[in-house]
């Protein structure tokens, strides 16, 4: 019961708050106009002393909602001492009014001018707490930022159907959505969603997933909201889901929330999941490249290939043979059919040899090419250097050859290439030149000793 009550005090911070800030404010107006006012000693009495009285009202009942609500002191911190000085400058000026000898050593303009910041400080710090740090910037760098609508937005993931979907698209979205107001530092309504554990754990109303009926979920039930409805969320002024987004979670919870399960194993559609597919804009050859083979997309597709655009309006295609490893001279074929179009490659575990090389060489906007877990040796890797906008190889655990590995420097773009093996360490057996050294990574890597 008692425990009721202070939530209940708590709950009236948010209320009683404006109290003060009302009395100060009117109070320093007065004070910058007292002249025209007969009696303003005794108003200013008057405004400050119950300034005062609500002000020790907002702090108390302040303090229960941190201790009721969920919030960490790190994040009320600040706003409760500025709440503390706020109090005691009011109490201060009203003392100085009642003719205090002690305050009156101290000029009129201290409570004044301080009063006038110390408001404003402790005004922004509890707008935060509410709010969100980027509370006031927010909407100015929508402006500046010039955000991309939903049609467009999208994350920088990379390979993203071998990564896990928690990780790589539920967790990403929550952390850029919510947990500025349900995270480790604040956990409004004590929920957090900053990991998967807090997630299935739920708030003080319980549990915000329903695994049995999915669309009765409470996290489901608030995406799905109308912004203007009072149980949205995110709250209506904060960045909002967009429909890409709120898809994805719902799909993620009617699959029963799975944690590790990666993206490649789940049923997503390649319409949804394209969405989510955006390199760095400096990434890929920024060319207006022709409309890929449809037949061909199809037919590799049927095979278990993954194919999607690398974004929604782009004819510049990423894919993986994740599902489908023994390519046959038919698959082949189909797959020159997209040499423009592919820029993202990724053949790993597949049957390919060192013929890849030749079949390669005309792809000439091939921009990242992954062979990991293959039996190429290197043999005519060199073609390869034709490609003028290679940037990115991967040859982990294949049969490669160091004597191949030199030639790479070479390439006119490359920068980055993946040779860690299982069995051996190229970085022993070669020597880079210190300014190429950044290109090669090889792996074998160990802790200093602390």
Request: hydrophobic share 40%.
């Amino acid at each position: 019961m008692w425990d009721i009550f202070l939530t209940l005090i708590g709950r009236f911070h948010p209320i009683v708050i404006h109290l003060p800030i009302g009395f100060i404010i009117i109070g320093l107006l007065i004070e910058l106009n007292r002249k025209k006012f007969k009696e303003s000693k005794n108003i200013l009495k008057f405004i400050f002393f119950w300034g005062t009285i609500s002000c020790l009202i907002s702090i108390i009942s302040g303090y229960f909602q941190y201790l009721k609500e969920g919030l960490l002191w790190q994040s009320v911190d600040g706003h409760f001492y500025a709440g503390i000085i706020t109090l005691l400058l009011t109490f201060g000026f009203y003392k100085y009014l009642k003719d205090q000898s002690l305050l009156n050593s101290l000029p009129r303009k201290f409570y004044t001018i301080g009063l006038a910041i110390i408001i404003t400080i402790t005004g922004h710090l509890g707008g935060e707490i509410t709010h969100g740090e980027e509370y006031l910037t927010e909407p100015f760098q929508a402006l500046i930022n010039a955000e991309p609508s939903e049609e467009n937005s999208s994350f920088t993931i990379v390979n993203i159907s071998e990564q896990p979907m928690f990780n790589s698209l539920i967790q990403p979205i929550l952390n850029n959505k919510c947990i500025g107001c349900h995270g480790s530092e604040k956990s409004r309504g004590g929920l957090q969603l900053h990991t998967f554990e807090a997630i299935q754990k739920g708030g003080e109303d319980g549990p915000i997933l329903n695994i049995e009926s999915p669309e009765l979920s409470e996290l489901f039930i608030r995406v799905h909201l109308p912004e203007k409805e009072k149980g949205h969320m995110p709250p209506e002024g904060k960045k909002q889901l967009t429909k890409y987004e709120i898809e994805i979670l719902a799909k993620w919870i009617s699959l029963g929330t799975p944690s590790s399960s990666l993206i490649k194993d789940l049923d997503i559609s390649d319409k949804l999941l394209s969405n989510f597919i955006q390199k760095k804009e400096s990434f890929f050859p920024e060319i207006d490249a022709n409309s890929p083979n449809n037949n061909s997309i199809s037919f590799l597709k049927e095979k278990g290939i993954h194919i999607a655009p690398i974004s929604e309006s782009s004819n510049l295609l990423s894919l993986s043979s994740y599902n489908y490893h023994e390519f046959i001279e038919e698959d082949i074929s189909e797959l020159k059919k997209l040499r423009n179009n592919i820029v993202d490659l990724d053949l790993s575990n597949s049957s390919f040899n060192d013929e890849i090389f030749e079949i390669l060489s005309t792809f000439s906007n091939l921009t990242r090419l992954k062979l990991n877990e293959t039996s190429i040796s290197g043999k005519g890797i060199e073609r390869l250097s034709a490609l003028e906008n290679l940037k990115s190889i991967s040859l982990v655990n294949t049969s490669i050859d160091s004597s191949v590995i030199i030639p790479l420097l070479d390439f006119p773009s490359l920068d980055k290439v993946y040779l860690f093996q299982s069995d051996r360490n190229f970085s022993e057996e070669i020597q880079i030149p210190d300014e190429k050294s950044k290109i090669f990574e090889f792996g074998n890597y160990s802790l200093n000793n602390l």
